[in-house]
């Protein structure tokens, strides 16, 4: 079993009841690891909110909105822990109530500050950072500080229709039930004991090694398998983010900042117009479906590095629309 640097405390008769399904799937320690566990949510749009909405309800020990913006009426598309009266306000604030009706034995706090006016120290109060609608500069100076106070880090967005998500969990140990079939001697009353085979399943234990978010940016095209244009959407919209500050808006579409910003990624890997039917498509404000599929995949990569049961994606998790499908890309290694 993987050592805790704490010990974990005993559930409450209470906390076995109300997650005792959840026991029942990963297990009672892997509860208590969850019982203990600090997260800072940075950015709580309508990925957000699906994020939040599954960490909350796994049931850790606390959870932290941090987000400097006002809610917005595309906010309202997909952002349902904010009610109708609250647009215009702050969003950490508004969707406080909601997200508290979720689980009352989580501890929540929102805080409207910038993440820039923090310090590089504010990271290390947590066990888990998950940011999104930041930066590239932004991710970068978060996963390094991360690093340095031994925080779990992730990273991720929708866009439209297209999503990402991104770990860095350092060195990462975990354990991992694998079913093996073995052979057995059985007495069925014969003299003579009979051979046949059962499955068995068996615990084992894993460490892996993670890379920082810098390391995946700009990989070579060879280091990427086929059909990765989500990976190159992905590029296109943070290098968009990190020049204007912003995504693009629906009444943008087709803007010729964001065909600058398209045109530089695809001479760079030399994609001619594989990803036209992209740029063309939904990559605007938010649809809801995608980011419930994309904040679940989220909440449940923070579940699994916080319980350390199963193993975590290593590291880059796409979603594309066209298909319905994820495919998970090891790069920067």
Not at 30 to 52: C, D, H, M, P, Y
Request: proline share 3%; net charge negative; glycine share 6%.
């Amino acid at each position: 079993m993987v050592e805790d640097k704490n010990q974990a405390p005993e559930l409450t008769s209470h906390e076995a009841e109300l997650y005792d399904r959840q026991i029942r799937l990963w297990g009672l320690e892997s509860q208590k690891r969850l019982r203990t566990a600090r997260v800072l949510l940075i950015g709580l749009n309508g990925f957000g909110a699906e994020i939040a909405k599954n960490i909350i309800l796994a049931g850790v020990k606390s959870v932290t909105f941090l987000d400097h913006r006002n809610a917005t009426a595309e906010d309202r598309c997909s952002q349902f822990l904010i009610p109708k009266e609250m647009i215009g306000k702050n969003r950490a604030e508004a969707s406080l109530d909601r997200a508290k009706n979720l689980n009352l034995l989580v501890d929540l706090e929102a805080d409207k500050s910038n993440i820039d006016d923090k310090p590089d120290t504010y990271f290390s109060n947590f066990d888990v950072v998950c940011a999104t609608e930041c930066t590239i500069t932004q991710i970068k100076r978060i996963d390094v500080a991360c690093r340095k106070y031994n925080t779990k880090f992730f990273a991720g967005d929708v866009w439209g229709t297209i999503g990402y998500t991104f770990a860095d969990l350092m060195t990462h140990e975990y354990v991992e039930d694998v079913v093996q079939t073995k052979k057995m001697q059985v007495i069925e009353g014969e003299p003579t004991p009979k051979e046949k085979f059962v499955n068995v399943t068996v615990t084992e234990k894993h460490v892996d090694t993670f890379v920082p978010f810098e390391s995946i940016l700009n990989v070579s095209k060879s280091s990427l398998p086929k059909e990765s244009e989500i990976y190159y959407m992905m590029l296109i919209m943070l290098n968009y983010r990190e020049k204007y500050g912003k995504d693009p808006l629906p009444s943008e579409r087709g803007s010729e900042k964001l065909k600058t910003e398209v045109a530089a990624i695809v001479k760079k890997y030399d994609l001619e117009d594989k990803l036209n039917y992209l740029v063309e498509g939904d990559i605007y404000a938010q649809v809801s479906p995608v980011c419930a599929i994309v904040g679940g995949i989220m909440g449940q990569e923070i579940i699994k590095t916080v319980s350390k049961k199963g193993a975590p994606h290593n590291n880059l998790f796409i979603f594309n629309q066209e298909t319905l499908c994820g495919k998970i890309l090891r790069l920067g290694q």
